[in-house]
C-alpha cells in the first residue's frame, strides 16, 4: 500500500513553498488553490495577502511566480486579471501521478491519519412491522457509510437497533398463546425470499387478529396489560413468546436485506429490548447529577429552547409516571453502552430527520450527563422524506404505506426490462439477464437516494430511476461496462503508462478527476455525505464519455504507445468507477 499524494496538493506545496520564499513575512499564507476552467488550477490567495501587506496583487504574483522559476510539475504559471495565478500541469506530472495511483490496490488512496471508532446506528426496522420506505433510506445510507468509513481505515461498530420492545408485545403474546399455531410455517423456514414472505404475512394477520380483539374484547385487553407486566418482569414463557416474534421478524428482515443486496450480521442486531439491564442505572444516574428531575412523577429532562407550541416547555421524559420506560431512556443507555463498553469516539445514528428533535434531546442529555465530550461525539446523519411522483409522502392509492419488498421487485422488474432490450447486442444469456437486471435493479434504487444530500426529501420516480442518461446508476454501470468491453477488444495490447506522450483535452481532464478521488473521499467521510462521491463518480463517467468522442482508444491509427495509454487511463477510470460504486453499495456487472 501507497498512499499518493494528490496533484493539487502537490501544486498546493509548490506554491506555498514559493509564497514564503518570495514574501518570507506571509509564510503561512494559503494560496487558495482552485480547479479552474482556464488551466488546471487557480490560486486566489494572493488578492487577500496583498491588501493585508498592502502591496499591488499582480506584482506580488508576479514575485511569486519568479519564485516559482523552473519546474518540473508546474509547467506554465501566469498572472492574470487583478492578481490571480494559472496553473498548468505539466502532462507528465499528471500520468506519473496516476501510475503510482494504478500501481496501488487502494488507488493510492490515503488511509486517515488519526482512525477512531465509529458506532452507527442504521437499518433499524420494527418488529412485527413491514418494513417501508423510510427503513430504506437508513439501510442503504448507514451501508454505504459503513465501507466508505471502514476504506478509510476507521473502526466501524453496527449496529441495528431495531424496534422489538413496548407494550404492543403483550397484545401479540396474549394472542399467540391462545392462537399457538399462528406463527407456523407451512414449509420449513429458510432464509430465503420465500420464507421471508410468508413470515411477514404471518404476522401481520398475526397483529391484525390481535389488535381488532384488543379493541373490541375488553377481557382479552386485560389479559394483554397483564402480558406486558409479566414481560417487562422478565417472566420465562412470555419472553420465550416474544423471541418468536423476534425471530419471525428476523426470517423477513434478512430476506429483504438479502435482496438489497447488503449484508447484515446477527452480533450486530441489538434492539432496544437489549439495553433492558441499564434502564434503571440510566435514570438513577440522570437523577442524582441532577440532569433528570421528577415533574408530576415523570422522570424528565428539560431544555431552555425546547418548548410547546403553548410556550411551556416540552421535556424529554426518561421514565414516565407509571414506571414504564420509552425510547429515550433505550437510547440514552445505548449511547452509555457504546462509549464505555464499545469504546467509540464517533457515534452515528442514520435516522429520519423527523426524529431529530429526539435526538437533539438526547445528545444534550448524554453531554450533561458528561457521557459526550470533546471525545466522543454524537451525530445524527438525519435523512428526508420518500416522496410519491405527486410530491406527497410516498403511499399507495388507498393511502397505505408502500410495502418495500414491492417497490424493490418494481424497481428490479424495470431494470430487467432495460438490460434485456440491449442484451442480444451483448450476447447475455437469460441468466445474466436476471442476475444483472438485480444489480441495476438494485444499484438504481441505492444510487437515487445515494445521489441526493440525505437530509432532501426526494421522489422515488422508478422511470427516472432506471434511465439509461443523467444521474443514474445505470449510467455510470454502463460506463464500467463499456469499459470490460474495450477492454477485451484490446486484444494483445495492454493498459501501459507513458509519461512521455502529450495529453489532449480531454485526457487532462479526466486525468485530473481521475487524481481527486482520495480527497472526494476523505470529505465524504470527514462529514457523512455520500452523495459528494455520487457526484463526484457521474462527473467521472461524464468526463469517460467526452474522451471517447474525442480520444480513440484502440484505432489502428495511433502509435502503439498512444493506444497503451489509452487503455491505462481506460483502465485506471474503470477501476475507480468500480472502487467507488461498490463503496456505496452497487454493483458493476462485467457486461451490459
Ligand atoms: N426503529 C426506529 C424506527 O423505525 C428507528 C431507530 C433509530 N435508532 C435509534 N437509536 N433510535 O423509526
Avoid at 488553490?33 to 488578492?47: E, H, K, T, V, W
Wanted: hydrophobic share 40%; proline share 3%; net charge negative.
Amino acid at each position: 500500500m501507497a498512499s499518493v499524494p494528490s496533484l493539487a496538493s502537490n501544486v498546493q506545496q509548490r506554491l506555498a513553498d514559493a509564497l514564503s520564499a518570495a514574501l518570507p513575512q506571509a509564510a503561512s499564507a494559503d494560496p487558495l488553490l482552485r480547479r479552474s476552467d482556464r488551466a488546471d488550477f487557480q490560486a486566489n490567495g494572493i488578492l487577500a495577502l496583498a491588501k493585508r501587506l498592502k502591496g499591488n496583487p499582480r506584482e506580488l504574483a508576479a514575485q511569486v511566480v519568479d519564485a516559482v522559476g523552473d519546474d518540473d510539475v508546474l509547467a506554465d504559471i501566469e498572472v492574470s486579471g487583478p492578481g490571480f495565478l494559472n496553473i498548468t500541469l505539466a502532462d507528465r506530472a499528471i500520468t506519473e501521478t496516476l501510475a503510482a495511483r494504478a500501481a496501488d490496490d487502494r488507488l493510492g488512496v490515503p488511509l486517515a491519519d488519526e482512525p477512531g471508532r465509529t458506532v452507527i446506528d442504521y437499518a433499524q426496522p420494527n418488529v412485527a412491522k413491514e418494513m417501508h420506505v423510510g427503513h430504506l433510506r437508513s439501510a442503504v445510507i448507514g451501508d454505504a457509510m459503513v465501507r466508505i468509513l471502514e476504506f478509510t481505515g476507521e473502526q466501524v461498530v453496527r449496529r441495528h437497533h431495531i424496534g422489538d420492545w413496548g407494550t404492543q408485545f403483550g397484545m401479540l403474546i396474549q394472542y399467540l398463546t391462545e392462537h399457538p399455531h399462528e406463527l407456523d410455517h407451512k414449509e420449513s423456514a429458510g432464509a430465503g425470499e420465500a420464507a421471508g414472505a410468508e413470515a411477514m404475512s404471518n404476522l401481520d394477520r398475526l397483529y391484525k387478529a390481535s389488535r381488532a380483539l384488543f379493541d373490541s374484547d375488553e377481557e382479552f385487553k386485560a389479559r394483554a396489560r397483564d402480558r406486558v407486566v409479566a414481560l417487562q418482569a422478565g417472566d420465562e414463557e412470555t419472553l420465550a413468546l416474544w423471541q418468536r416474534f423476534v425471530d419471525e421478524s428476523k426470517i423477513y428482515f434478512y430476506s429483504v436485506f438479502e435482496k438489497l443486496d447488503m449484508e447484515i450480521r446477527d452480533p450486530d442486531i441489538v434492539g432496544e429490548s437489549g439495553y433492558n439491564d441499564m434502564l434503571d442505572e440510566t435514570c438513577r444516574i440522570l437523577e442524582e447529577s441532577g440532569v433528570a428531575v421528577r415533574s408530576e412523577g415523570a422522570l424528565c429532562v428539560f431544555f431552555d429552547d425546547v418548548k410547546g407550541p403553548d410556550g411551556n416547555p416540552v421535556p424529554l421524559i426518561v421514565r414516565k409516571s407509571n414506571g414504564g420506560y420509552g425510547y429515550a431512556a433505550t437510547d440514552l443507555s445505548a449511547i452509555r453502552d457504546r462509549v464505555q463498553n464499545l469504546d467509540a469516539t464517533s457515534l452515528l445514528y442514520v435516522v429520519d430527520a423527523r426524529q431529530s428533535l429526539h435526538f437533539k434531546m438526547v445528545f444534550e442529555t448524554a453531554r450533561r450527563a458528561g457521557w459526550l465530550n470533546d471525545k466522543v461525539r454524537a451525530h445524527q446523519l438525519a435523512f428526508g422524506t420518500v416522496l410519491g411522483k405527486d410530491g406527497k409522502p410516498f403511499k399507495t392509492r388507498e393511502g397505505e404505506t408502500v410495502r418495500l419488498v414491492d417497490l424493490l421487485d418494481e424497481a428490479i422488474d424495470r431494470a430487467t426490462a432495460v438490460v434485456r432490450e440491449k442484451a442480444g447486442k451483448v450476447g447475455l444469456s437469460e441468466q445474466e439477464i436476471t442476475g444483472n437486471g438485480r444489480h441495476v435493479g438494485i444499484g438504481a434504487v441505492k444510487y437515487a437516494d445515494l445521489s441526493t444530500s440525505a437530509v432532501r426529501d426526494y421522489k422515488f420516480d422508478l422511470d427516472q430511476m432506471v434511465s439509461l442518461n443523467g444521474d443514474t446508476s445505470v449510467y455510470l454501470q454502463y460506463a464500467y461496462a463499456r469499459i470490460q468491453s474495450i477492454k477485451r477488444k484490446a486484444g494483445g495490447r495492454s493498459p501501459v503508462a507513458h509519461p512521455e506522450l502529450e495529453l489532449a483535452p480531454a485526457e487532462r481532464a479526466l486525468g485530473l478527476h481521475l487524481d481527486q478521488f482520495g480527497e472526494v473521499l476523505a470529505e465524504v467521510a470527514a462529514g457523512y455525505e455520500p452523495h459528494k462521491l455520487a457526484a463526484y463518480l457521474y462527473q467521472l463517467a461524464s468526463h469517460l464519455t467526452t474522451f471517447y468522442d474525442q480520444c480513440h482508444v484502440l484505432s489502428e491509427d495511433n502509435p502503439a504507445e498512444v493506444v497503451e495509454n489509452r487503455l491505462f487511463l481506460v483502465d485506471l477510470t474503470g477501476r475507480t468507477l468500480h472502487q467507488g460504486m461498490a463503496l456505496l453499495g452497487i454493483r458493476t456487472p462485467e457486461r451490459l
